[in-house]
């Protein structure tokens, strides 16, 4: 018996999905099964779209403000349910419970925050070039909109996607990742009684049903959050109906230290935010770039707190670091830390599989630190989505921006330096979307997240910006008859 089982969500109520069924397992222990889930058939999926529509034209027309409290009812459901959400992230996703619950309560304060200024003014009023005319610009909701997500945070990124889009009064249809949807099964069903039946509505199923939703007839937008490779997928597909897109991406984000009063401080930061979620945060740290003369004790002072970080189940108390989330991705970055070996980075610490006691076969990998990285090397280009830090040295700082930006990627960034010509530079030419001095890069819950380069296309999420995406704009021209 499975501790979750689910198909699709269709206007309210469970059903068994027509296409291929699927299990999850616990990443800590793979022989055991937590999910069996059957996929959406293509005429599920329309059936999806149909439903939608109809709770959208519901939802609409519902007056904004009163809309906006349906919407923190909802939230206050979800919160008696924080407990719940946390474990069903642990047992599919891996991460520490700890963690789990943090993202529980900071996927709940960014939609508070949300629903909150989703009540300020959202239209402009220019003047006009005739006699007697007021010009408005005023905003409304799209429609039905697809969110796909992926499965680093089974509950952040589906209600990143989520909050927005029903407070400005879409319709939402959610494909989660097919390795974490229980999660974002129980976020559709606590809004049962609360909101219309069909606003939010689950669609199982891996790539092939995020393609169908991405390919459906009649949705006006896809919000999606995973690799560039289906990110590229996913907007030649919504070329057929021309749907607005928002592409959140994959990232090769850089910690550059060039001087800092208090380095066991800034490593501490450092350290964090490469190893949360064992690496596989689209915002984690993946390459340090420190000064030449500090980098020795850079190097040893990463080392040391990789090999005192337990890794384990993310159950237990004592675990700081979990699981990798699926063996694809277990054997993907023990692919690419034997690559960049092999290019000639330096093992300092970890660099093989972990074995817990109790849970030899889960997907572990230690903790790792690699030096003697050059920017050429796979290890400092491409996205590792695990729990591995590369060092790359610099002796300018012309040198250090060459690095920091010298990658496909531009999603977040990290200074550690108190000169300010410094901070200024970085601030202006750091190549990302989100730019941290003096600290990790782990985001607040009201400000503007995304990326630009190849992490990401379209309106940011989070903050004010996700309106550009949930709303569409209409230019009125007001004349008295
Ligand atoms: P992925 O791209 O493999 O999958 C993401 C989602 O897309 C899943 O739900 C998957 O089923 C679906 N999908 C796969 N093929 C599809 C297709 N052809 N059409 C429609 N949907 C399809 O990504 P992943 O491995 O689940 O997640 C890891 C990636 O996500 C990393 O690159 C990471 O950086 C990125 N990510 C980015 C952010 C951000 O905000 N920028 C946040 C988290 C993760």
């Known amino acids: 018996m499975s501790e979750y089982s689910y198909g699709i ?39 999806l779209v149909t439903s939608s529509h109809a709770a959208q034209r519901e939802w609409r027309a519902i007056p904004p403000l009163e809309r906006i ?23 599919e996703q891996g991460k520490p419970l700890t963690e789990a619950r943090a993202e529980v309560a900071k996927s709940i304060a960014e939609a508070r925050v949300m629903a909150g200024a989703a009540s300020h003014g959202l239209g402009e009023v220019f003047p006009s070039a005739r006699p007697g005319i007021r010009n408005l610009v005023v905003r409304r909701p799209r429609g039905t909109i697809v969110a796909i997500s992926p499965w680093n945070f089974p509950i952040l990124t589906p209600m990143r996607k989520l909050a927005p889009a029903l407070i400005y009064g879409n319709a939402i249809i959610v494909k989660p990742s097919e390795y974490t949807p229980a999660t974002a099964c129980l976020l559709a069903e606590a809004a049962k009684g609360i909101l219309p039946d069909g606003l939010i509505q689950i669609a199982n199923g891996a790539g092939a049903i995020g393609d169908m939703l991405a390919r459906a007839e009649g949705i006006a937008g896809i919000t999606f959050t995973g690799s560039v490779a289906t990110g590229r997928r996913i907007q030649a597909a919504a070329a057929n109906n021309l749907a607005e897109v928002s592409l959140e991406l994959g ?8 001087d800092t009063p208090n380095i066991p401080n800034c490593l501490d930061q450092v350290f964090g935010a490469a190893m949360m979620c064992a690496g596989q945060r689209c915002t984690a740290i993946s390459r340090v770039i420190v ?16 090999r005192a970080a337990v890794v384990g189940d993310g159950m237990a108390p004592a675990t700081a670091i979990g699981p990798l989330t699926n063996k694809r991705q277990m054997e993907r970055v023990a692919e690419m830390v034997e690559a960049g070996v092999t290019e000639g980075a330096r093992v300092v610490s ?30 400092a280009q491409n996205e590792i989505f695990g729990p591995v830090i590369s060092v790359l040295t610099y002796d300018t700082l012309d040198e250090a921006f060459e690095i920091l930006n010298g990658v496909e990627y531009g999603l977040t960034s990290s200074l550690f330096s108190n000169d300010n010509a410094i901070i200024q530079r970085f601030i202006d030419q750091s190549e990302n979307g989100m730019i941290h001095i003096n600290h990790g890069t782990v985001p607040d819950n009201h400000m503007p997240f995304g990326g630009v380069k190849n992490s990401g296309v379209g309106a940011y999420s989070v903050g004010p910006s996700a309106a550009n995406f949930y709303l569409s704009e209409h230019s009125v ?5």
């Open 477 to 481: 021209y007001l004349k008295s008859a």
């Open 9 to 47: 969500y269709l206007n309210g109520n469970w059903q068994r999905g027509l296409g291929p069924a699927f299990q999850t397992v616990n990443p800590s222990q793979p022989n055991v099964i937590v999910g069996t889930y059957d996929s959406a058939s293509k005429d599920q999926i329309a059936e």
């Open 291 to 306: 000064r030449r003369d500090i980098a020795d004790d850079v190097v040893e002072g990463l080392a040391s707190r990789a």
């Open 350 to 379: 970890g660099g093989r599989r972990a074995a817990p006691p109790g849970f030899e076969g889960g997907y572990f990998y230690e903790p790792t630190v690699l030096s003697g990285v050059r920017p050429n090397m796979s290890v």
């Open 251 to 258: 990232g090769k984000n850089a910690a550059l230290i060039n």
């Open 69 to 91: 409290a349906r919407f923190g009812k909802y939230l206050a459901a979800i919160e008696a349910k924080s407990e719940q959400l946390a474990i069903s992230i642990t047992l």
